[in-house]
């Protein structure tokens, strides 16, 4: 995974979105993950929300303000570029997941995108514990999931679950899986089956 001084480039910032985003896929990966957390928001109607890591804000813009909202970010220059792109009501913070203020705490719902999929297994038990204590009682964590592991252009490792795996490691710590919904990608068909989704969004209770 990238580290933090990759996103200390003003550049790699701004182009952070078109680069994933900007094609068909990217553009359809990104409807379908807004479409998703808006349906958690409906459903749940979260007072309290965290997005870490909160990137370029690129789902956060789309969202409903609710009583409160924070990003975190251990690039500087992601929160600079989220200070300018969402609303004033975001309360930004430049940190590390792991070291977050006290005062963020307690959330009803946890955004966690592009991020715990990046980590080999060992390394998202500390994700997930970092995550699982900011959480309030009954409070869900919403990330992203893929279909099979594998690496972006040699570099990002991507982790790959089935819905059993992902189940089994949820609840090894500390979570209830909810919802694992996927969209599918036709074009990898030989990797995942004709129709079966590559890419899920994944809502987990805390326990």
């Not at 109607?45 to 909202?69: D, F, I, M, N």
Request: one cysteine or more.
């Amino acid at each position: 995974m990238k580290d933090s001084k990759h996103y200390a480039d003003k550049r790699v910032v701004a182009d952070y979105d078109r680069e994933r985003f900007g094609g068909l896929a990217g553009k359809l990966y990104h409807a379908f993950e807004v479409r998703e957390v808006k349906r958690v928001f409906s459903e749940r109607k979260p007072k309290r929300v965290l997005s870490a890591p909160v990137g370029t804000g690129r789902v956060e813009a789309e969202l409903p303000l609710v009583e409160y909202q924070a990003g975190v970010d251990s690039s500087r220059e992601m929160i600079r570029y989220c200070d300018k792109r969402l609303p004033r009501e975001w309360h930004l913070f430049n940190c590390d997941l792991f070291k977050m203020p006290v005062e963020l705490s307690r959330f009803d719902l946890i955004l966690c995108f592009r991020f715990i999929r990046h980590f080999p297994r060992e390394q998202r038990k500390k994700v997930f514990a970092a995550l699982h204590k900011r959480l309030a009682r009954g409070g869900v964590l919403v990330f992203d999931a893929w279909a099979w592991a594998c690496r972006n252009d040699g570099e990002d490792y991507n982790e790959g679950w089935t819905r059993e795996l992902l189940e089994r490691e949820l609840l090894e710590n500390g979570f209830e899986l909810v919802s694992f919904r996927g969209r599918g990608r036709i074009q990898y068909f030989w990797r995942t089956g004709f129709f079966d989704p590559l890419h899920y969004v994944v809502e987990a209770l805390k326990k």
